[in-house]
């Protein structure tokens, strides 16, 4: 069987004391195996889900019978969209516990199959009754969901209007029954009441499980910059491409190209006034008198001579 790599500080006692009570039905070594593949699963989950799938599936090799194994691979399928495996895996669990704490992800999976009007039915199991608090608020949601994905809005914003989100009391599920609800006024056009709502779940919502702030300020017209990439755009300097470096240093051998001739000019210059001067020693006073036509020769000469 082909292994994923493990870091060193992953023991295998990480993992929830239950958890760790059911494996305790394995061999020492393999109950260690399967709970170091598990801690793995719930590090990866969120931020990686596939390779989080990866971990389960090696733990599901090793202990295909143990309900916790079952129900983690199930988890690690629901994240990476995986309905039909997730919810293979979540009716083994249950058949494993006869527990119905795992009845709303289980619906859940059957709007990820395209089926809402499953979930709906799910909704309105006897199962339902069962489960606490926390799960019935999860029930709500996946209803509401189910509603939405049949194009019923008006049924959604009613499914989700319940004590538990009138209430004022803020608990583990106020910020997302809060923001679904935000969510489906908006999408049936009524903004007013979807920014308030919006508004309760940011007041709600103390570890950031929702983007209500980013919603709420989207709806307020507010935008974010990221001052960051703004302060390192202008201060790094634009890259010059290779045909711009390579004109510039054309221009610059084709000035020190200009200096060169400019100094063979002046030398050359400088040869002829020598020149000049010897003859005028040699030539009698009256012959240094030069005619208007030279003059204007030599200004001519001048003038063709390039600037140094």
Do not use: H
Not at 63 to 71: D, I, N, P, T
Not at 78 to 99: D, H, I, N, P, V
Not at 168 to 189: E, F, H, I, K, M
């Amino acid at each position: 069987m082909k292994r994923l790599p493990i870091p060193d500080d992953v023991t295998g006692e990480e993992i929830d004391k239950d958890v760790r009570q059911e494996l305790q039905s394995l061999p020492k070594g393999l109950a260690e195996d399967v709970s170091r593949n598990l801690v793995m699963v719930a590090r990866l989950i969120d931020e990686d889900p596939e390779g989080a799938y990866a971990y389960s599936k090696i733990a599901l090799r090793l202990a295909l019978r143990v309900a916790a194994v079952r129900e983690a691979a199930g988890f690690a399928a629901y994240a990476s969209q995986k309905y039909s495996e997730a919810l293979a895996e979540f009716r083994a669990a249950r058949r494993m516990t006869g527990s119905v704490e795992l009845w709303p992800v289980m619906a859940d999976c059957e709007r990820g199959l395209g089926r809402p009007e499953k979930a709906l039915d799910m909704a309105g199991a006897p199962e339902v009754q069962k489960l606490d608090k926390a799960s019935q608020v999860e029930m709500r949601l996946v209803a509401a969901g189910a509603r939405r994905d049949m194009g019923q809005l008006d049924a959604a914003i009613v499914t989700l209007q319940s004590p538990e989100l009138a209430s004022n009391s803020v608990q583990p599920w106020t910020a997302r029954l809060r923001y679904a609800y935000a969510d489906a006024l908006l999408a049936a056009g009524r903004e007013g009441e979807a920014r308030e709502w919006f508004a309760k779940a940011v007041e709600s919502d103390k570890d950031g499980s929702t983007d209500a702030s980013d919603r709420l300020a989207e709806l307020d017209g507010v935008e974010f910059v990221d001052v960051l990439v703004e302060d390192e755009d202008e201060t790094e300097p634009e890259a010059k491409s290779e045909p711009e470096i390579e004109s510039e240093s054309k221009d610059e051998f084709d000035d020190e190209d200009e200096d060169d001739d400019e100094f063979e000019i002046d030398d050359e210059e400088d040869g002829d006034e020598e020149d000049e001067a010897d003859a005028e020693d040699e030539t009698p006073q009256a012959a240094q008198v030069p005619v208007d036509g030279d003059v204007e020769d030599d200004e001519d000469e001048e003038d063709d001579a390039p600037q140094s």
